[in-house]
């Protein structure tokens, strides 16, 4: 049976994340302004609007990712340290 280890929940932990953020985020931005965050395809609302929203989106996700990556590598790596550990005291 397959291990579930840190470096392989860590993608799916990511993608909950930055749902949950761009939630956040979305209904922060309608709290702010009245109105539902911007669109790519709204020609209604200006470039600069979409762009500022696209990079916001980018930048939170992108640093969701990146921590939660290093979070999962740090376990990974103490559990593997931890798990030879063990194994040198069983085998002597």
């Given amino acids: 049976m397959p291990v579930l280890t840190a470096r392989t929940v860590a993608p799916f932990a990511a993608m909950g994340a930055t749902w949950i953020a761009r939630k956040g985020l ?11 965050p911007p669109k790519a395809d709204d020609t209604e609302v200006s470039i ?14 992108a640093a969701i990712e990146v ?3 290093r979070v999962a590598a740090e376990i990974s790596d103490s559990q593997e340290v931890s ?10």
């Fill in 67 to 69: 921590i939660i990556t």
């Fill in 26 to 36: 979305s209904s922060a931005y309608a709290r702010r302004t009245g109105h539902v």
């Fill in 48 to 61: 600069v609007s979409v762009l500022a929203w696209a990079l916001t989106t980018a930048v939170v996700s």
């Fill in 83 to 92: 798990s030879f550990g063990e194994q040198d005291a069983i085998t002597g």
